[in-house]
């Protein structure tokens, strides 16, 4: 047995240190399925009781052109803002911060981790939501899905800063009253479900949901291009949070 | 060669010091006990000594290195079992250790660990079922599956059954005879006793007393309370030194089959050394 106690510590590569982690926030995100399911029920209700029936007033002839991007920027707004600052809150009070900390995963290689696995979760579940939009009967222009999908990773970005700034900063309470009224403020007030007031560029820099929708409206509904004022907002909220989150983010 | 090396530490919470300047050493491979009253200061010494916490200032070397600036190297190379984890309630037992070998090099292996701390059996379940013991158990295996130089240990024993606790004992004493060194806090001085090389007991930010668990606070020059009955009457001296006592016992052909002999137990001693604190 000699020799079974002795130290022998070392840390593996970094890359398969990370891949570890990004593996257990997945099991854990799969582990918690009744949560991703509820986090696209509001969406699905959304998609179906605005794009099919006559319940709310939106603006155009054709309802599931302007309801369908809405509904995905809702859904990447719900899982990269409310569920990751959730979830981080309660993991920071729960000690998995502290326990992560006191391991050889470092600070940007856990961020890098749950942005991973929140971009994964993301991308199943607008998959999942523009089949069901096809299915009832919108009609995307293809050739414009790369701006869409560079306007989509900037809100992730920002959504998952402003996340993990709030968790590190505020009670995990505080964190999930926060985070759930932040959505339903930007529901209301995004131009979702209903056509808002429109508060014109201003509206974009104010309510990065708005913004978002706007972008994919008009790329994936209409082929056109993203309003240039949509990109400065979009990148000012991403690098500003990403840069805030990546300076105080803290383990416990 | 020193583990940890600490030369006035101080911390303060918004202006209310906890941690007043303390100096502390510990040996490679020894087993160091840390004791004191909650809030004394114990969790916050060790947050800064793990890397966790800032100090507002002295000197602090843990490994060789300033635990505030370490990187993932000097990390990969303590263990810390924590207080209060309470987190990956989702996982099973074995995936959560897997998950944290996977961090590691040479880790030891999953199996073995989960033998280690007796939780072979609960290794499919997951951890939210576990008991309050059985998370603290968890909690060691993650500290340990790494093979740390260096392991910090903050009341790991809490909430342990007494066979538990024995097999916990066995297993500390284990690694450090092998060369791990050890920090210990704990509330149970009789853990503090069966496993510490050296103990320091810490009150109000400040060491009160430092020293072997046999000598701390002067406990082995403390004397001796010698007692026997005479007819039934008790009869008690404090002596410094009970033999020469005794031996004018003997010669006096005294009845000694009531006799007993205490010296100050290190809980009398813990107490004191609070006490005179406050």
């Known amino acids: ?252 | 060669m020193t583990a940890i090396e600490v030369r006035g530490l101080r911390k303060a919470y918004r202006g209310r010091e906890v941690v007043s300047g303390i100096d502390l050493d510990v040996a490679r491979g020894e087993v160091f006990a840390l004791l004191g009253p909650n809030g004394a200061g114990k969790t916050t010494t060790t947050e800064i000594l793990e890397g966790h916490r800032r100090r507002d200032g002295g000197e602090v070397r843990v490994l060789g290195a300033d635990p505030g600036t370490a990187g993932s190297d000097w990390r990969a190379r303590i263990g810390i079992v924590l207080q209060d984890a309470d987190d990956a309630a989702d996982l099973t037992v074995g995936e959560m250790v897997k998950h944290v070998a996977g961090f590691y090099a040479g880790p030891r292996a999953p199996a073995e660990v989960l033998a280690l701390v007796g939780l072979t059996d609960r290794k499919d379940s997951r951890i939210r079922t576990l008991s309050g013991g059985q998370r603290r158990r968890l909690d060691v295996a993650l500290g340990i599956v790494g093979r740390p130089e260096l392991l910090f240990l903050d009341e790991p024993t809490t909430g342990f059954d007494p066979e538990a606790r024995r097999n916990f004992w066995d297993l500390i004493r284990a690694l450090a005879g092998e060369g791990t060194t050890i920090l210990l806090t704990t509330h149970y001085l009789e853990e503090a006793e069966a496993l510490a090389d050296r103990l320091a007991v810490l009150a109000g930010g400040e060491i009160v007393a430092q020293g072997t668990p046999a000598a701390l606070g002067g406990r082995a020059s403390a004397g001796a309370k010698v007692s026997w009955r005479v007819d039934g009457v008790l009869r008690t001296e404090q002596v410094p030194d009970p033999t020469p006592l005794i031996r004018e016992l003997v010669e006096a052909k005294t009845d000694l089959s009531t006799l007993t002999v205490t010296r100050p137990t290190l809980e009398d001693t813990y107490l004191a050394l609070i006490g005179a604190h406050r």
Not at chain 1, 57 to 70: H, K
Not at chain 1, 147 to 154: D, N
Not at chain 1, 172 to 186: F, H, N, Q, R
């Open chain 1, 1 to 252: 047995m000699s020799g079974a106690f002795a130290p022998a510590p070392g840390r593996a590569p970094l890359r398969t240190v990370v891949a570890s982690q990004i593996r257990m926030e997945l099991t854990l995100t799969a582990r918690r399925g009744e949560a991703v399911v509820l986090a696209m029920g509001v969406p699905l209700l959304v998609l179906l009781g605005a794009g099919l029936t006559e319940a709310t007033n939106v603006p155009g002839d054709d309802r599931l052109a302007f309801v369908v991007p809405g509904v995905l920027a809702l859904t990447v707004m719900s899982t990269a803002f409310t569920g990751q600052a959730i979830t981080t809150g309660y993991e920071r009070s729960y000690g998995v911060l502290k326990r992560l900390g006191a391991s050889p995963l470092t600070r940007p290689g856990l961020l890098f981790a749950k942005t991973t696995a929140v971009l994964g979760l993301i991308v199943l579940q607008l998959i999942t939501l523009a089949a069901v939009g096809l299915a009832v009967g919108w009609r995307p222009h293809l050739g414009s899905i790369l701006p869409a999908l560079g306007v989509t990773v900037l809100a992730t970005a920002a959504y998952s800063g402003l996340a993990l700034l709030m968790a590190s900063r505020l009670r995990p309470e505080a964190t999930t009253g926060a985070a759930t009224l932040i959505y339903v403020l930007m529901l209301a007030a995004g131009g979702i479900m209903f056509a808002a007031p429109d508060l014109g560029t201003f509206g974009w820099f104010l309510l990065p949901l708005a913004a978002h929708a706007e972008a994919l409206r008009e790329t994936l509904s209409y082929g056109g291009s993203v309003p240039t004022a949509i990109w400065l907002s979009l990148g000012t909220w991403a690098v500003v949070f990403v840069t805030a989150a990546a300076r105080t983010f803290r383990w416990e």
